[in-house]
């Protein structure tokens, strides 16, 4: 196994001592790059970037050629498993993803069964392969997965939602198709992020990003019984290496206890929860990933700074915290602003360490 060249993210996440605080950004290759939109355009489509492993490496490394940042994240996206069931992913100019078959009938639900991610994900991990091969070591490659809840969301619904109705009412009225769809999501994340760590991807994250819309006993049976299943069914090394596992609950600061009882490595935090607070009630358990509001952005350098020192300030002395965003970049982030927040973690958190 070649050494990599930075692996402050990784040592941050088990807890280990770091120089600095290291940064990653959620959706750090985004439409916010004009050369990723350059390469979307020569993909023809969203789906056409992430589909093509080629594509796929060029933007994942476009972010890392214009910022030091201490990780890369494979370029896909979370609904690549409900496609890979046959359930018929297509994006809508400017609406966001939809499938073609939505679960709604009783036999889709029954019949619907576990994608084998060497033949039904097979451009996944063939990117995964070639990232690492295109990295050189220089800093590691973040694995991901939508959480099987998230992904049922999207699977019911047939699209993004304001008020989750369809699931929802699955959920209170017939919960055993609901728990159907979580156990092969479930089974479906597990092969499919053992598949990535064993392609290469170096640590791995499981988005919840509707984890939030729950209420707070819905979130134990329908969210974080599933997320706990997937933790323990996880390969935590591979290479010789430990492979961390990060969680994140878009929403989920009430619940930061439960999480890190999960067995996961670090939890990922919106920017509603001080960090300061969240470490008090994990205690050393697991390391803090985030949690910058992405609109601070949209301001100006010295303002990044403020709310960076604010942000490292509120985590405190010692290692066990990776600096993020508390959600995606936005689209309309000025590329310089990213990189006033990028210099600004490296420079600002080295007296906390």
């Given at each position: 196994m070649t050494k990599l060249k930075n692996d402050t993210f990784l040592r941050a996440l088990l807890r280990q001592p770091t120089d600095y605080t290291p940064i990653w950004m959620m959706r750090q290759a985004g439409r916010y790059l004009p050369e990723y939109n350059q390469t979307r355009e020569r993909a023809g489509s969203f789906l056409g970037l992430c589909k093509n492993p080629d594509f796929a490496t060029e933007v994942t490394l476009q972010p890392l050629a214009r910022f030091p940042l201490d990780a890369a994240i494979l370029f896909s996206d979370i609904l690549t498993v409900p496609d890979a069931m046959g359930l018929g992913l297509y994006f809508s100019q400017g609406e966001g993803p939809k499938f073609e078959r939505p679960l709604r009938d009783e036999w889709e639900i029954r019949d619907l069964t576990v994608p084998d991610p060497d033949t039904h994900l097979r451009y996944v991990m063939d990117a995964v392969t070639q990232i690492r091969r295109?990295?050189?070591?220089?800093?590691?490659?973040?694995?991901?997965?939508?959480?099987?809840?998230?992904?049922?969301?999207?699977?019911?619904?047939?699209?993004?939602?304001?008020?989750?109705?369809?699931?929802?009412?699955?959920?209170?009225?017939?919960?055993?198709?609901?728990?159907?769809?979580?156990?092969?999501?479930?089974?479906?994340?597990?092969?499919?992020?053992?598949?990535?760590?064993?392609?290469?991807?170096?640590?791995?994250?499981?988005?919840?990003?509707?984890?939030?819309?729950?209420?707070?006993?819905?979130?134990?049976?329908?969210?974080?019984?599933?997320?706990?299943?997937?933790?323990?069914?996880?390969?935590?090394?591979?290479?010789?290496?430990?492979?961390?596992?990060?969680?994140?609950?878009?929403?989920?600061?009430?619940?930061?206890?439960?999480?890190?009882?999960?067995?996961?490595?670090?939890?990922?935090?919106?920017?509603?929860?001080?960090?300061?607070?969240?470490?008090?009630?994990?205690?050393?358990?697991?390391?803090?990933?985030?949690?910058?509001?992405?609109t601070v952005l949209f301001s100006n350098p010295e303002v990044i700074r403020q709310e960076t020192e604010k942000v490292l300030a509120s985590y405190g002395s010692g290692s066990g915290h990776v600096f993020n965003l508390g959600h995606g970049i936005s689209q309309h982030t000025p590329p310089e602003n990213a990189a006033a927040l990028v210099e600004a973690v490296h420079e600002l958190s080295r007296k906390y360490h």
């Amino acid at each position: 196994m070649t050494k990599l060249k930075n692996d402050t993210f990784l040592r941050a996440l088990l807890r280990q001592p770091t120089d600095y605080t290291p940064i990653w950004m959620m959706r750090q290759a985004g439409r916010y790059l004009p050369e990723y939109n350059q390469t979307r355009e020569r993909a023809g489509s969203f789906l056409g970037l992430c589909k093509n492993p080629d594509f796929a490496t060029e933007v994942t490394l476009q972010p890392l050629a214009r910022f030091p940042l201490d990780a890369a994240i494979l370029f896909s996206d979370i609904l690549t498993v409900p496609d890979a069931m046959g359930l018929g992913l297509y994006f809508s100019q400017g609406e966001g993803p939809k499938f073609e078959r939505p679960l709604r009938d009783e036999w889709e639900i029954r019949d619907l069964t576990v994608p084998d991610p060497d033949t039904h994900l097979r451009y996944v991990m063939d990117a995964v392969t070639q990232i690492r091969r295109a990295l050189n070591n220089e800093v590691p490659l973040i694995g991901f997965s939508g959480s099987p809840w998230t992904l049922a969301c999207y699977m019911v619904e047939g699209g993004s939602s304001d008020d989750y109705a369809m699931v929802k009412t699955m959920l209170y009225s017939r919960p055993e198709l609901l728990h159907r769809i979580l156990d092969v999501n479930a089974q479906a994340v597990t092969a499919y992020l053992n598949a990535q760590i064993e392609a290469g991807a170096q640590a791995v994250m499981i988005f919840d990003s509707w984890g939030g819309v729950l209420s707070h006993a819905a979130y134990r049976e329908f969210s974080l019984a599933y997320l706990e299943r997937i933790v323990a069914g996880l390969k935590r090394e591979h290479d010789g290496e430990k492979v961390p596992v990060i969680l994140f609950t878009k929403g989920g600061g009430l619940w930061i206890e439960s999480i890190a009882a999960t067995g996961c490595d670090a939890i990922g935090l919106d920017w509603t929860m001080d960090l300061g607070v969240a470490r008090k009630l994990v205690g050393n358990r697991v390391a803090l990933q985030g949690n910058l509001d992405p609109t601070v952005l949209f301001s100006n350098p010295e303002v990044i700074r403020q709310e960076t020192e604010k942000v490292l300030a509120s985590y405190g002395s010692g290692s066990g915290h990776v600096f993020n965003l508390g959600h995606g970049i936005s689209q309309h982030t000025p590329p310089e602003n990213a990189a006033a927040l990028v210099e600004a973690v490296h420079e600002l958190s080295r007296k906390y360490h």
